[in-house]
T-cell receptor
Framework: EAQVTQNPRYLITVTGKKLTVTCSQNMNHEYMSWYRQDPGLGLRQIYYSMNVEVTDKGDVPEGYKVSRKEKRNFPLILESPSPNQTSLYFC????????????FGPGTRLLVL | EDKVVQSPLSLVVHEGDTVTLNCSYEVTNFRSLLWYKQEKKAPTFLFMLTSSGIEKKSGRLSSILDKKELFSILNITATQTGDSAVYLCAVEARGDAGGTSYGKLTFGQGTILTVHP
């Protein structure tokens, strides 16, 4: 089954404790992206990657890092989480063919205390 | 800075009504406009529009893009309670690498549609 998986689905952590949210897709997609969703602000893109070792900043990259060492994985790293990073995070992927659907993962709900 | 504005922010209708959702945008190096439906989970893709004036249809949903006036509309006819959701509009800018890959996506705030029986 074609899918994007994220782990963990729910996470409560404390300020300053490094964490990684994993994202994996099994569709051999070139493009992957991370978003955060906050009430009243909609979905905002954090980082995106157009292929292995090719990443670029979205609208809200501050406080986040990403890496794309393999095509299927695109982890999101919070080196020193802060309470303003409490949010719902989505990973998405798509192929680079014109008109292809973007598939979203199920979401990771993060609470930083 | 790229910007996407959706209206209305919220809409309440009865089953059978027709609704029109609006999306206006300002983006540098436009590549495409996308519509998504989000219920209590991840967004699901509805349409991708790249050319002006060509309507895309899927059942009771249709959408059209006007690249000159920088807006798009999403129409839903004969609404059903299952159409209740947040509808998101996003605009894609072409990535720095060019080509056919997705680039940067900017989303609007969404329109909350509630359909009553």
């Amino acid at each position: 089954e074609a899918q994007v998986t994220q782990n963990p689905r729910y996470l409560i952590t404390v300020t300053g404790k490094k964490l990684t949210v994993t994202c994996s897709q099994n569709m051999n997609h070139e493009y992957m992206s991370w978003y955060r969703q906050d009430p009243g602000l909609g979905l905002r893109q954090i980082y995106y990657s157009m292929n292995v070792e090719v990443t670029d900043k979205g609208d809200v990259p501050e406080g986040y890092k990403v890496s794309r060492k393999e095509k299927r994985n695109f982890p999101l790293i919070l080196e020193s989480p802060s309470p303003n990073q409490t949010s719902l995070y989505f990973c998405a992927s798509s192929s680079d063919r014109e008109g292809e659907t973007q598939y979203f993962g199920p979401g990771t709900r993060l609470l930083v205390l | 800075e790229d910007k996407v504005v959706q209206s209305p922010l919220s809409l309440v209708v009865h089953e059978g009504d027709t609704v029109t959702l609006n999306c206006s945008y300002e983006v540098t190096n436009f590549r495409s406009l996308l519509w998504y439906k989000q219920e209590k989970k991840a967004p699901t893709f509805l349409f991708m529009l790249t050319s002006s004036g060509i309507e895309k249809k899927s059942g009771r949903l249709s959408s059209i893009l006007d690249k000159k006036e920088l807006f798009s509309i999403l129409n839903i006819t004969a609404t059903q309670t299952g159409d209740s959701a947040v509808y998101l509009c996003a605009v894609e800018a072409r990535g720095d690498a060019g080509g056919t890959s997705y680039g940067k996506l900017t989303f609007g705030q969404g329109t909350i549609l509630t359909v009553h029986p």
